[in-house]
């Protein structure tokens, strides 16, 4: 079965500092990997997925995350990060062909910028 | 493009009362999932639907809880009869084969 792991429940950045996010799955073959954000009151976002190719994958918003395959990781990243970036992180993982579309969401990981 | 919408965004209702969630699909959508979030428990896929049939309601807590998809561009979730453990937040989501989900903006349900 699959699973999404965010180790940080909470995490807190400075404005204009550098933000990463980690995220480790597991799963028995090459998954899609996704990142959403949820800011209060709405629903979910897609910042950007990983289907195959390039293991750097350009977002929304200025985020990137890299799959590490050996490492069974997705970690999320902004170079300098905006008030406006306040919100909740999650990862999921899926494997649509196999699993209908399906997808495992990470418990997610709250950040909040200081002034 | 319009996204997944839908209604109502907030729900306020007493013990017991019949509850029924609404959602409007991406057109060309032919997935659909409704989710519950709550503090405790997270983001939980309930059940999906694929062109308009229920292939996995692993996740519906109980009988209480049933959805239907009566056609392309319309899905309910009923709870009946309604309890206080039932509120939370309820999304829907759609997506093609191979495509993420896009989620609606959710309906909060506050059961007293």
């Known amino acids: 079965a699959q699973s999404v792991t965010q180790p940080d429940i909470h995490i807190t950045v400075s404005e204009g500092a550098s933000l990463e996010l980690r995220c480790n799955y597991s799963y028995g073959a090459t998954p899609y990997l996704f990142w959403y954000v949820q800011s209060p009151g709405q629903g979910l976002q897609l910042l950007l997925k990983y289907f195959s190719g390039d293991t750097l994958v350009q977002g929304i918003k200025g985020f990137e995350a890299e799959f590490k395959r050996s490492q069974s990781s997705f970690n999320l990243r902004k170079p300098s990060v905006h008030w406006s970036d306040a919100a909740e992180y999650f990862c999921?993982?899926?494997?649509?062909?196999?699993?209908?579309?399906?997808?495992?969401f990470g418990g997610g990981t709250r950040v909040l910028v200081k002034p | 493009d319009a996204g997944v919408i839908q209604s109502p965004r907030h729900e306020v209702t007493e013990m017991g009362q019949e509850v029924t969630l609404r959602c409007k699909p991406i057109?060309?959508?032919?997935?659909l999932f409704w989710y519950r979030q709550t503090m405790m428990r997270g983001l939980e896929l309930l059940i999906y639907?694929?062109?308009?049939?229920?292939?996995?309601d692993s996740g519906m807590p109980e009988d209480r809880f049933s959805a239907k998809m009566p056609n392309a561009s319309f899905s309910t979730l009923k709870i009946q009869p309604s309890e206080p453990r039932d509120s939370a937040v309820y999304f829907c989501?759609?997506?093609?084969?191979?495509?993420?989900?896009?989620f609606g903006d959710g309906t909060r349900l506050s059961i007293l």
């Open positions: 639907f694929n062109n308009n049939v229920p292939i996995d």
């Open positions: 999921a993982v899926g494997a649509p062909k196999a699993a209908g579309n399906k997808l495992t």
């Open positions: 989501a759609s997506s093609r084969v191979t495509q993420p989900q896009h």
């Open positions: 057109s060309g959508h032919d997935y």
